[in-house]
T-cell receptor, first 113, second 112 residues
Framework: EAGVTQFPSHSVIEKGQTVTLRCDPISGHDNLYWYRRVMGKEIKFLLHFVKESKQDESGMPNNRFLAERTGGTYSTLKVQPAELEDSGVYFC???????????FGPGTRLTVL | GQQVMQIPQYQHVQEGEDFTTYCNSSTTLSNIQWYKQRPGGHPVFLIQLVKSGEVKKQKRLTFQFGEAKKNSSLHITATQTTDVGTYFCAGSLSGGYQKVTFGIGTKLQVIP
């Protein structure tokens, strides 16, 4: 069974540019989460999808971040325009409904210069 | 909002020594999970504790959930170099909703 995949693995962009991160959860997992880890800090929750619906987006930093999960399969997280403080590793995780174990993807390391 | 504190942030131990990381929540938790992230890797689920006072073991790892369901610990007996990594606790307020709040993590370095 394939795990959670994320693309790209690394992205280096300049301040003001746009970046879109993609996450493909494990097939059949209705729950999809986005997290961000800034170096040396905690893994911070961004938002949670149940199928195609946003269950909780309380962790989204501001309106420069837009997450979608059309069709309830893969998800994208767009940052527009990117700022320096957006740098970090963005993790996606998925889980089955009613199961708390989350399976993490390898992450996308975003560097904003 | 809910906060999950984790200490220590860093720990260096000689191979063979024991190691413990502690997690404390500002609110009573429904359950707590532990994850391990190897250097350069991603968090991998280790275990979930649900019951008050629960203790679970996985080989050299012992996980505890406090009676008040506000704190937890992970203890590793006789560390090995393969134990190197960052250990995160993650608390959940509601078992149904499943949003978790992660601690800052404890980075363990094992000196051979």
């Amino acid at each position: 069974e394939a795990g959670v995949t994320q693309f790209p693995s690394h992205s280096v962009i300049e301040k003001g540019q746009t970046v879109t991160l993609r996450c493909d959860p494990i097939s059949g997992h209705d729950n999809l989460y986005w997290y961000r880890r800034v170096m040396g800090k905690e893994i911070k929750f961004l938002l949670h999808f149940v199928k195609e619906s946003k269950q909780d987006e309380s962790g989204m930093p501001n309106n420069r971040f837009l997450a979608e999960r059309t069709g309830g399969t893969y998800s994208t997280l767009k940052v527009q325009p990117a700022e320096l403080e957006d740098s970090g590793v963005y993790f996606c995780a998925s889980s089955q409904m009613n199961y708390n174990e989350q399976f993490f993807g390898p992450g996308t390391r975003l560097t904003v210069l | 909002g809910q906060q999950v504190m984790q200490i220590p942030q860093y720990q260096h131990v000689q191979e063979g020594e024991d190691f413990t990381t502690y997690c404390n929540s500002s609110t009573t938790l429904s359950n707590i999970q532990w994850y391990k992230q190897r250097p350069g890797g991603h968090p991998v689920f280790l275990i979930q504790l649900v019951k008050s006072g629960e203790v679970k073991k996985q080989k050299r790892l012992t996980f505890q959930f406090g009676e008040a369901k506000k704190n937890s610990s992970l203890h590793i007996t006789a560390t090995q170099t393969t134990d190197v990594g960052t250990y995160f606790c993650a608390g959940s307020l509601s078992g149904g909703y499943q949003k978790v709040t992660f601690g800052i993590g404890t980075k363990l370095q094992v000196i051979p």
